[in-house]
């Protein structure tokens, strides 16, 4: 062998060492450290780990996880750092990442599929919040993957004290967790897959009629009468009907404009694309919104249709002060239904129904 062939092979030999020993290392399970930096005067969490180059070198990576406030200590900025360190090990084998808990999974999906941007709505992340917060996680956050079973979760799910609904919800949400797992490949199936559950309502909804809606409106002062008569008249959901602005309203075509939703004082999109149509509205609701407009103090195209005067018309109202201190006493007061959980919800159903009715 000749010395240039003989330096080509030596060269190829440690190309094939070096590409096997660059494998070995990305396949490699990462813990990353922590530490706490002096950041402008703050003490701030810095989460750091190693990616792998091209060229088969490492480079040492960081990301600033928060302040000493926001996480007092490392136990809680390590377990805010769990999601970033799934992420930093995707291609670390199976057999390894299926040793996570469940935790990680659901701190990793709320990183992916809960951040703005993610196509869900504000309102959908907010009750997935809700549920993961005081249900999912109490109880299954310690366990590991492999260890969530179908027959235990069933079995977990009827000891909730929560209709079947609530319950069906809590279910849907723990199989999209896991089918997000499934599709990052940190597991081969989806042990909710076979977890029962019904959504049968177990309380028929009372639906109001003409007469009884007709006396609920008079015992309604303004702006809640307006909004009872708009929203019967036109079955927006609470949210798109308390994001309506003057702007929204064309009292000429006598057509309301649906496109945008509030949640917690949170403006987004309609919860769907169907929602985002224009409503029509006959003469006797172009007439009450025309006389709330000039009665409520807030008339401009960009404010509120229904302001509240307690934020000086910056925002509209919250639909839970609106039920307990309006709709609720003048329900009871009519006895249109009996005493219920303050649980108790108030809206309309669909407006394609030919004859749109109050449900309590």
């Known amino acids: 062998m000749s010395g240039r062939a003989a330096v080509c092979f030596k060269t190829a030999i440690r190309g094939l060492s070096t590409h096997k020993e660059n494998a070995l290392r990305r396949t490699r399970y990462q813990d990353g450290s922590l530490r706490l930096r002096e950041r402008s005067g703050r003490k701030t969490w810095e989460y750091r780990w190693y990616e792998i180059q091209i060229d088969g070198s490492r480079k040492r ?6 302040t000493i406030r926001d996480y007092p200590t490392e136990a809680a900025a390590l377990k805010a750092a769990s999601a ?10 199976r057999a390894q990442i299926q040793a996570i808990s469940f935790e990680t999974l659901v701190e990793h999906y709320r990183l992916k599929e809960m951040e703005e941007g993610s196509g869900k709505t504000f309102a959908t992340c907010e009750t997935y919040e809700g549920y993961l917060r005081k249900w999912i996680l109490p109880r299954w956050k310690s366990y590991r993957l492999r260890d969530v079973k179908s027959v235990a979760v069933e079995e977990w799910l009827k000891t909730l004290p929560l209709s079947n609904g609530s319950r069906a919800k809590i279910r849907n949400i723990m199989h999209a967790i896991f089918n997000h797992a499934i599709r990052w ?21 009372i639906v109001l009629s003409i007469v009884q809606i007709q006396a609920l409106l008079e015992n309604l002062r303004e702006p809640v009468r307006t909004m009872v008569l708009v929203d019967v008249s036109t079955g927006l959901r609470i949210g798109e009907l308390l994001a309506l602005q003057w702007r929204d309203v064309d009292f000429e075509n006598l057509e309301i404009s649906v496109t945008r939703s509030i949640s917690v004082q949170h403006i987004g999109d309609c919860k769907t694309e169907a929602s985002c149509k224009p409503v029509p509205m006959d003469a006797e609701i172009a007439d009450s919104l025309w006389r709330w407009r000039h009665n409520s103090g807030y008339p401009m195209p960009e404010d509120w249709v229904f302001a509240s005067p307690a934020k000086n018309g910056k925002q509209p109202y919250w639909p839970g ?40």
């Open 61 to 66: 990576c960081g990301v600033n996880l928060g």
């Open 321 to 360: 002060t609106l039920y307990r201190a309006h709709l609720a006493p003048a329900a009871k007061t009519l006895r249109v239904f009996p005493a219920r959980s303050a649980g108790t919800r108030f809206g309309t159903h669909s407006p394609h129904c030919s004859k749109p009715m109050v449900k309590m």
């Open 185 to 205: 490949e940190w597991y081969g199936q989806n042990p909710i897959t076979r977890v029962r559950q019904s959504a049968k309502r177990s309380r028929i909804p």
């Open 84 to 93: 970033l360190r799934a992420n930093i090990n995707m291609e670390t084998p």
